[in-house]
């Protein structure tokens, strides 16, 4: 089955500077890759979506690449503040059916003023 | 907006107790999932529906059951409440079609079993 691992658990980051965040994955490639933030006690909120034949995505300060050679996404912010601190989580989308989502456990950043 | 309503963010229920979580969207969405997150371990997936009264199972669904009634409305069933059951439920609902197969949660409702 297919195994998701983001990074690291936790990352803290210096305000201005960019967050970089990995998604790996095992096995094959899905159609499409999504993020997400998640604030404590709150559900996720969808950020962007990447097709596998898009290199990069941008939306304002974010940008997502997604590479199916090395079956990895990166999820980078850039010029962080602290109210970008919050657990993000990546999800392959296989759409294969209406069960399209695998998430991963995510990564809490922490961006210090 | 889309939107997702919970019927409960704080719910404690006792050992034994058969529990019912309701989810509520407004955006029409043909799909609507169940999820459980536990710390470490992720958002898992415990039921899934396309279609009123149609269900599937996802990667967890022992000691869950659920209904679909209506097309907005998907309820969470814990049959029997067991202390391992204790954890952070999320509904969430799509609409599967297109490009528009990103995800829209609710806030989540924080389960306890004593």
């Known amino acids: 089955s297919q195994k998701i691992e983001q990074n690291s658990e936790a990352l803290n980051i210096q305000e201005g500077k960019t967050a970089t965040l990995t998604c790996n994955y095992t096995n094959y490639s899905p159609a499409y890759l999504q993020w997400y933030r998640q604030d404590p006690g709150r559900g996720p909120v969808f950020l962007l979506l990447i097709r596998e034949n898009e290199k990069e995505k941008r939306k304002e300060r974010l940008k997502v690449t997604f590479d199916t050679t090395l079956k990895q996404s990166l999820f980078h912010i850039t010029a962080s503040q602290p109210a970008d601190s919050a657990t993000y989580l990546c999800?392959?989308?296989?759409?294969?059916?209406?069960?399209?989502?695998?998430f991963g456990t995510g990564t809490r950043l922490t961006v210090i003023p | 907006d889309v939107k997702v309503t919970q019927s409960s963010r704080y719910l404690v229920k006792r050992t034994g107790e058969k529990v019912f979580l309701e989810c509520v969207q407004d955006m029409d969405h043909e799909n609507m999932f169940w999820y459980r997150q536990d710390p470490g371990l992720g958002l898992r997936l415990i039921y899934f529906?396309?279609?009123?009264?149609?269900?599937e199972k996802g990667d967890i669904p022992e000691g869950y059951s659920v209904s679909r009634e209506k097309k907005e409305r998907f309820s969470l069933i814990l049959e029997s409440a067991s202390t391992n059951q204790t954890s952070m439920y999320l509904c969430?609902?799509?609409?599967?079609?297109?490009?528009?197969?990103?995800?829209?949660f609710g806030p989540g409702t924080r389960l306890t079993v004593t």
């Open positions: 999800a392959l989308d296989h759409r294969t059916g209406a069960n399209n989502l695998f």
């Open positions: 969430a609902s799509s609409l599967g079609t297109g490009d528009s197969y990103e995800q829209y």
């Open positions: 529906s396309y279609d009123v009264k149609m269900k």
